[in-house]
Structure formats: structure tokens, C-alpha cells
């Protein structure tokens, strides 16, 4: 019985977990060991998992409503000289999100209820700046960016003042990731993103509605 038990738990875990984070072992006392994860690892009390849980859907959420920023930009600028820029920076995005899709469902994290919301507005932003002009698309790119990044580095401050060695392969994905974005952000800067009348008005608007649906992606 505790063999065909065993057996009915092993074949559960080997759907569940991808083949990349499955680890061979003669013997397994417990569903997670620390060698079953490659990115994030089983929380040891509710409090943590409640922390982790928190980071990860308001991540996911963040590359998704980028990835959809992108997709805006590019339905109306893709056939310019700027949307060769804008498919390469989208492209780094699409990287983002299928990584936090596999450690969403590695860790077993439901990703935030507000994404057919993230869907439209992230949509409607990309393509209402773009068709406003190249410098206003690139100057919805520095605002953008420049958020997630500070939202980044306030997560990598957090695991780092708790546990870094814990914490090994979160922090490099969360540091790869903001320097990407950051990348993004003095693309944008590159390109004129400064010269839009009413810059700072603008930006500071759009980093209004990213701490917004930061905190609501982290709750909801």
C-alpha cells in the first residue's frame, strides 16, 4: 500500500513539475527537497509564501502588461523605421513572461485575477501613445520601464536583506530582468523620449497607473 501510494505521488509530481527542475532519486521523503526547484524555493511557513506568492504574480503581471504595451506600439508603428527597435525590446519582454509563467506554475502561484483588465488597458496605452508619435511611444517606454525597474530592485533589496544564499536564482532572474528593462528605459531616452511636450507630465501620469496596478496585482 505505502508503495502504490508512493507511485500514485510520484507520477502527480512528474506531470506537475517540468522535466528541467526534476531531479532523479532512489529515495524521496517528501513531495519538495531542495534539489526539486530551480528558481524558487518551497516556503518554509505561510509568511514567506505569502511574501513569494506577492512577487511573483505582481511580476508576472508587470511582463505580461509590457508584453501587451508592445503589442500596442507595434500595431501602429511596426511598419516604420522604429518598429525594428520596438520588435527587439518586445521580444526580450516575450522572454520575461515565459519565464514567469514557468515559475508561476512551479511554485504553484495563481497569477493575479485582474489580467483581461492588464490585457486592454496594457493594449490601449502602447497604441494610443504610438499613434501620438514615435517620441510619445518611446516616452511611454522610459515611464514604463523605469517603473518596473525601481519595482524590480525593491524585490531584490527585500530577498537580500532576508536570505540572498536562500534566495540564489530568484535574485539573478529578477537582476536580468531589470537590466533589461533598464536597457528599454535609455533606449527610450535615446530616442528622443525627452522631447515630447509635456514629458514629465506624461511620464509621471503613466508611473501613476503602473504603482496602481502594482498594488492591485499584488492583492487581487
Known sequence: MHRA?????????????PLTVRRSSKSRAFLWSSRDYSVVPPPRDRAEKEMIDR???????????????????????GRSHTGTLIQEMWDQEKKHLEKFNEILAESRVRPTALLP???VAGYLLGASTAMLGKEV???????????????YNSQIRTLM????????????????????EMEHHDIGLEHDAE??????????????GCKAAIYASQHV
Open 5 to 17: 501510494a508512493y507511485t500514485v505521488l510520484h507520477d502527480w509530481t512528474n506531470r506537475a513539475v
Open 117 to 119: 483588465l492588464w490585457n
Open 161 to 180: 536583506e532576508k536570505d540572498p544564499d536562500r534566495y540564489t536564482e530568484l535574485l539573478k532572474v529578477l537582476k536580468e530582468f531589470r537590466d533589461d
Open 195 to 208: 522631447s515630447v511636450p509635456g514629458y514629465w507630465l506624461l511620464k509621471n501620469a503613466i508611473q501613476l
Open 55 to 77: 512577487i511573483l504574480r505582481v511580476d508576472h503581471a508587470g511582463e505580461y502588461g509590457a508584453n501587451r504595451i508592445y503589442a500596442g506600439q507595434m500595431a501602429v508603428l
Open 137 to 151: 511611444a518611446m516616452a511611454c517606454t522610459v515611464a514604463v520601464e523605469e517603473s518596473i525597474s525601481e519595482h
